[in-house]
């Protein structure tokens, strides 16, 4: 791996993200037709919502949405919008 494993002072769920291949998980998900018909999440946003639900120990998508809505700002530099 190319990627840099020194990550002193990110939070946990960004060094997660830095060490996901972006570009892999989307041409995975286009090669097996997964983004076909999605209307609000491609894959990638679902598989970073879905570790931020794990991460912050939400419990139902109310804690989600208003978790990430929280934290607005961050979202572009994670790769979501």
């Known amino acids: 791996m190319s990627k840099s494993t020194f990550f002193t002072g ?13 570009n892999n ?10 983004d076909l018909y999605y209307r609000y999440f491609d894959t990638y946003t ?4 879905m570790l931020y639900c794990v991460f ?6 109310r804690e989600v949405i208003s978790g990430m809505k929280a934290s607005l700002h961050k979202l572009h530099h994670i790769g979501i919008s």
């Open 10 to 22: 990110q939070p946990v769920l960004n060094q997660l993200l830095g060490l996901i291949d972006r």
């Open 25 to 34: 998980v989307r041409s995975l998900a286009r090669r097996g037709d997964h």
């Open 46 to 49: 679902h598989l970073v919502t």
């Open 56 to 61: 912050n120990r939400c419990t139902s998508s």
